[in-house]
């Protein structure tokens, strides 16, 4: 599904490299956990397959499906299913959620050359969708992310995904500022759409959301580089130990 | 030797001599007679606006105060419906600054007291007379607003308009243009009863050069609604001054779409003289190509207690575009509990674009609550990759944001069909002027 190959990325505006390559293979039905301490490169390696600005790649490659995604607008890559659930969702006041959703199911649908949802079917959707993650009608009418909860802002992600049925899912600390009753709601939003056509990329700090998500492959990020890889196993050795033995032994 | 300031003064005083001897004064009646005679001296004695006047350092007046008209060509027709067409309303065209019977509905059969300001001329006694050029020599001070003398001096006609009850279909004035080269001057009197409603409508390019006046009284516990859309040949000038007096627990709601022009100055001047008047003026413009110059003056004087004033403004640009707001509150020392909010903000979308703004708060009481703000900026990269982040493409998302930036003026309109119906003229513009 998604392929990453010796990953180099610089910053656009100064001279400092962040990911320093990075190779990783997630395939279509698994779920990759990616771990690692603070500043290690995680939430940039999602910006960059997801097209932000102010980043350069310097070498390496990554492809979905086997389409090169690094030459495509940001627009095109989520055409082609990737989806990010941002670390920090942005707020956009004077855009309303359902605007939002509706445009971008239908752009999408549009770049695809499907037929644009009709207005019916569309907010019989979103109201299921919304159901199950317990968002209520008013935060739907509400302009996107703007005085929402952290936890709201992670929900709100997850009612995107669950809209945009995309083929691979980035999902950047998506567990963080949610409390236990919410983890819940969103870890089941995510197990539902767990699928043998789909892959998963989960960004995060604590084992606790991989208990509810469980990971098929664990990665753990340091310094630009996936250092280490194994099973469900290794997020509990860090959960127990922190990075220090790892990082100790991989990069001293 | 003459000081700098004589030499201005002389200066602005030939300017109207000259101005004056361009236009013959419209044919009236007695009392509009005397109160354009009694104008023009005004004007004379105050001379017209220069670069070097306080109000005037943003935008050049040197359009307005030519004796020529610089002509301005003919948008072509395109199949768009007319502004407002879809809105059940008495609706008024003027062409060139001239009223057009035929293509406009009886104002005799309105249920309001409405009639041609030409008409309202001929008669010895109206009404009218006692607030035509009024309101407008009241507002002189403390800041000039020559244009306006100019306009009552020289109008020929408009509306005069008094509303005694809550009128709920809306008055449309359409200001067509068919002469490239026309200059158009119309003076509106408007008196709204204690008690009463009314919406005004007004659209249009207006003219090459078109100047326009209205002196609006809102009487106690009554409501004025205006919305107003100023249409889009590339070449017209424009000056407007809307002169408002607010009575007690009165309401004056004012809403300007700009799209276009070469150069649009629109002035408000209110004034809340009884406790709890509600005023908000509020403005939305898009400009693209360094031909358009659209400014913003307004100056809204709280005189009474517990009255609110809004001001909420706007303004789009690209390609060398300019934009100009200056806007002041002035609350005297016996209007406590005063709430005044004024924003002004400029979305820049490239480099090129200018922003010019100068906001003002003098306030004379203590207890009240005045808020003022001011920004101009690109359109925000972390919006605009988040959007994208979801499939909507660059353009699309571009003007999801641009509208959403406009979302706080047209707020303003508190019809959501009229609302509605400028959101729908604002997209049409962004997407006619894409990147
Ligand atoms: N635009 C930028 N400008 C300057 N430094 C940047 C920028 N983007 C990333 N960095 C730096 O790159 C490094 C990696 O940052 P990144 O956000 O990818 O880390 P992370 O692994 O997601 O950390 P966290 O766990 O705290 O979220 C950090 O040192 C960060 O300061
Ligand atoms: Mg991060």
Known sequence: MLEIRNLHVKLEEEDKAILKGVDLTVEAGKVHAIMGPNGSGKSTLAYVLSGRDGYEVTDGSATLEGKDILEMEPEERAAA????????????????????????????????????????????????????????????????????????????????????????????????GLDVDAMKLVSDGVNALRDAGRGFLVITHYQRLLNHIQPDVVHIMAGGRIVRTGGPELALEVEENGYADILGAEVA | MQSRRQRIDEQKRGLAEKRLAAVSLPAGGAWATA????????????????????????????????AGVAAAELLP???????????????????????????????????????????????????????????EA??????????????????????????????????????????????????????LEPGSRLTLLEDGPGAARFSSVAEV????????????????????????????????????KSFTLTANGRLTRNEVMAELTGR????????????????????????????????????????????????????????????????????????????????????????????????????????????LFYLRARGIGIEEAQRLLVLAFLAEALDEIEDDTLAEEIRRRLAGWLERHRA
């Open chain 1, 81 to 176: 299913g990737l989806f990010l659930a941002f670390q920090y969702p942005v707020e956009i006041p004077g855009v309303g959620n359902m605007t939002f959703l509706r445009t971008a199911v239908n752009a999408q649908r549009k770049a695809r050359g499907e037929e644009e949802m009709s207005s019916g079917d569309f907010l019989k959707l979103v109201r299921e969708k919304a159901k199950a993650l317990k968002i209520d009608a008013e935060m739907l009418k509400r302009p996107v992310n703007t005085g929402f909860s952290g936890g709201e802002k992670k929900r709100n992600e997850i009612l995107q995904m669950a809209m945009l049925e995309p083929k691979m899912c980035i999902l950047d600390e998506t567990d963080s």
């Open chain 2, 138 to 191: 009241q507002c002189q001070s403390p800041v000039a607003r020559p244009l306006a003398t100019l306009n009552t001096a020289t109008a020929g006609d408009g509306l005069v308009i008094r509303v005694g009850k809550p009128v709920e279909r809306p008055v449309s004035v359409s200001y067509l243009r068919k002469d490239a080269g026309a200059e158009a001057v119309l003076h509106h009197v408007i008196r």
């Open chain 2, 217 to 252: 009284e809102v009487g106690d516990g009554a409501a004025f609604h205006h919305v107003r859309v100023q249409g889009r040949d590339h070449g017209r000038q424009a000056v407007t001054a809307l002169f408002v007096r607010l009575g007690t627990a009165s309401v004056c």
């Open chain 2, 35 to 66: 109160a354009r005679q009694e104008a023009r001296q005004r004007l004379l004695d105050a001379g017209l606006p220069v670069r070097q006047d306080e109000y005037w350092r943003f935008t050049n007046p040197g359009l307005f105060t030519d």
């Open chain 2, 276 to 383: 709890e008047g509600v005023l908000h003026v509020a403005g939305a413009a898009v400009g693209d190509g360094t031909a358009f110059h659209q400014d913003d003056t307004v100056f809204i004087t709280h005189a009474a207690e517990r009255c609110e004033s809004r001001q909420v403004f706007k303004k789009v640009l690209r390609r060398g575009a300019v934009g100009v707001f200056q806007g002041k509150i002035l609350v005297h020392p016996e209007a406590q509990l005063t709430d005044g909010y004024q924003i002004s903000q400029a979305l820049l979308l490239d480099e090129s674009c200018q922003f010019l703004a100068k906001p003002e708060l003098e306030i004379y009481a203590d207890d009240v609550k005045c808020s003022h703000g001011s920004t101009s900026g690109a359109i925000d990269p972390d919006m």
């Open chain 2, 77 to 135: 027709a395109d199949d768009r419906e007319a502004v407002f067409a879809g809105v059940d309303c008495l609706r008024i065209v003027f062409v060139d600054g001239v009223f057009d019977a035929a293509r406009s509905g009886d104002l005799a059969a309105a249920g309001i007291e409405i009639e041609r300001l030409a008409d309202a001329a001929t008669r010895d006694i109206h009404w009218a007379r006692e607030l035509y050029g009024k309101l």
